[in-house]
Every structure is written in C-alpha cells, then in structure tokens.
C-alpha cells in the first residue's frame, strides 16, 4: 500500500500539475500527439481496408500488414526518425511513429469486418438492384461496423499506451513523468504517470464506446 | 586512411561501422535472442496452467483473461519502471515484464486451442480409458497445437519488438545500442541495430512457422484436401 499511497500523495501535491514538466503539461502533449495519430491512422486505414474488403481482394496484404507492424519496435521507428531531420520538427516524430502502429489494426479489422459480412446478404442486395456504392454504404458498412470500432477501439488504447515511449527519446507526453521518476529513483511518481496512462487509455476507451452508441444507428426493440 | 570514412561523415549506412563494431553487435544481438527465448519459454510455462484454469469454467475464465488483458495496457516503460524496485537493473526484470506481455496472447491462443478440440473425440479418447492427464497430453494438446504455436509466433515477434525498451534498465539487447546513440546521433548504428532487431523478428517468425509445418503436418494436408 505504500507505493499507491505515495503515487496518490504525488498526484495530490499541486506543484506537481503546473509547470513545463507538469501533469497538465504532459497530459496535454499524450493527448494531443496521440488523437492526432489516431486521426491520421483512420484516415489513411479505414479507407483503404473498407475497399479492399468492398473488392475482396488484397486480403494477404490487409494480414500481413498487421504482422509486419508487430516486427517493428516503436523505440527503434522513434530512434530513426530522431537521429533524422525529423528531430527538429517537434511532435512530427512522434506523431508519424504512432500512425504506423496505429494503421495495422485498424486496416486488418476493416478488411475483416468488410469480408465478415454475410455474402448471401451481398447477394441479396445485388439482386434488387443495389449498385456496387449502394451495397457498400447501406448493406456492408452497417453490418461491419462494430468490427471495424473494435479495431478503433483497441488502436487508441495501443496509441495512448505506447505514446509513453516517446519520452525514451526525450520527446512530450506522460511518458516524461515516467521516466523522471525512473532516474530520480521516485517509484509513486512512476506509479501516478502509469496510472495516468492507464486513465487516459480507459477515458478514451469510454469515449469511444460512448460516441459508438450515440452516433450508432437506432436498435428496434425486438 | 580512407579518403572518406562513413564514421566521420556519420552515414546512414556504415559497413566500417558493422565491421569494427561487430563484437558489440553480436553480443547485444545475442542479448536480445536469450531475452527473448526466455521470456517466451517461461511465457508458456505460465501461460498453460492458467489456461487450464480458465477452462474449468466462465468464473474461473472471466478473472484470468481479465488480468492478462489488463496486463497488456500497461505502457511497457511504466511496467519495466515499476518492476525496478523488485528486481534492481537486471536482465530478470526485463524478463518479467515480457513474461507478463506475452500472457495476453499465450493464454487466449492456449485456450482457444484446447476448447477447440472436438468434445466427441474426448469423449471417444475417455472410452478408451485415458485419463484426465494423458488426455491432456497425448490427446487435446496435440490437437491444441496450431492454435497454440500460432500464439507463440505472435509473442515470439512482439516480444523481440518490446525487448529493445530494457534498454531503460541497461538490458534491452539491440536497445542498447540505440538508446545512446540516439543522444549522439550516430546514424549508422540507430540504423544498423533497428534493422537487426526487425531481422531478428523476421527470422523468429519463419523457424516457428517451419516448426509449426513440422509438427502439425496433418493441417496442411487438410488445407490442400479442401482446396
């Protein structure tokens, strides 16, 4: 208990909120770098794994993607682009480094909820005359849909988790308070930033789930 | 000397660097390799009684995959940070945070895989008076096999990924050689030790995949029997 209570003490002390290196600080820097990452992601992904699964083709690639994304460390992918012009370039590095973890499972989700879809309600739809948009938007689209947000859903939390490594190469976010805490030998202070994380990952997680259901569409009572 | 030495131009790619470096390569290479094969051995080791758990039933299942899911959201730095206190800077502290990484897969491709196996040859290996532990062995783990190997080739690979984070604590193989080089932006070897790390993973990848083909030679006849 006495490690949580001095994590509880550390994030109870206001002097530790204010400031350059201070909670607020850095939880704004994790936020913003990992929403702006999560956008670009979806942005690049979804698009391109709703199509592939629209066409059925590309599947190996969809697949392999998320394997290839596993391979590569986010440290290493930081550390390149940090010895790079990049360095100078604020939260670029950071931001780029997490939309490449960011893609692969959203992609392969997509594709996977695209191919998921019932092909005799494919069928159907093709056979009343349904074009090729028209079954995409009102026939497969719909009924990929939670697929496709529990790609979403497990993406933001890997961002925000993986964010934290950024301060390994001395960029923002709330890894900064992790690793101040790692040198100073201060464990409640790298037990408050890992429950920060943790927080950030779970209100993004609600969020997310919260926004599914209002933007969702109507469910008819049985 | 050299009208121009890549070391001095500090290069992206340095093949001066690779050959008078290649002591420390290989040793933060063959670093990161035991690190890895540990942590996934032992992964295992964990992950099999804890799936057998989980299958005794939902109350017992719901906390276990629970605990190993909420394990995996914990941000790598903040676990090697916190398991600091307990191990000091060791290789067994890395060793233990990747252990708990690896669960979350492990236990659910373990799991999967034993719940897979058809309850109609349990029941026909039971009329043949196995019990409940050569059951286990000779009947359902074999059977579990694919899904369970499957499982080991994603920790495998995101596990040599994660190793390169010990380097926080001074043990992350291939880490070590990227985390100070980064502060004095020397290319060649953030370069260099990256693509060995992906390397790394790539090769991991395809011998579990070859042991894979070798020990469960009976999927890939079903698969080209279906096709």
Redesign the interface.
Known sequence: MG?LGGAWEWLADGANWSGEAGVWHRLGEHAYVSGLALLIACAVALPVGLWLGHLGRGGTLAVNVS?AG????????L??F???PLRSAGYVPTVTALVLFAVPPLLTNAYVGMRGVDRSVVEAARGMGMSGGQVFRQVELPLARPLVMTGLRSAA?QVV??A??A????QGGL?RI??A??TTYD?PQ??A??LL??LL?LAVEGVLVAADRLLGPVRRRP | MAARNCLVANDWVCWEYVRSRSQELTDATVQHVWITVLSVLIGLAVALPLALLARRGPRWAAPVLGLTTLLYTVPSLAMFSLLLPLFGLSASLVVTGLVLYSLTILVRNVLAGLEGVPEDVREAARGLGYGPARLLWQVELPLALPALLAGVRIATVSTVALTTVGSIVGKGGLGNLIAPAVSSSFKAQVLTASVLCVLLALVADLLLLGLQRLLTPWTRAAAAKGA
Do not use: H
Request: aromatic share 6%.
């Open positions: 490690v394997n596993r391979a590569v460390p986010v440290f290493a992918v550390a390149l940090m010895v790079s939390v988790a993986t934290t490594i301060a390994m190469v001395g890894g992790i690793t805490g790692f464990t790298v037990v930033g890992a994380v943790a990952a």
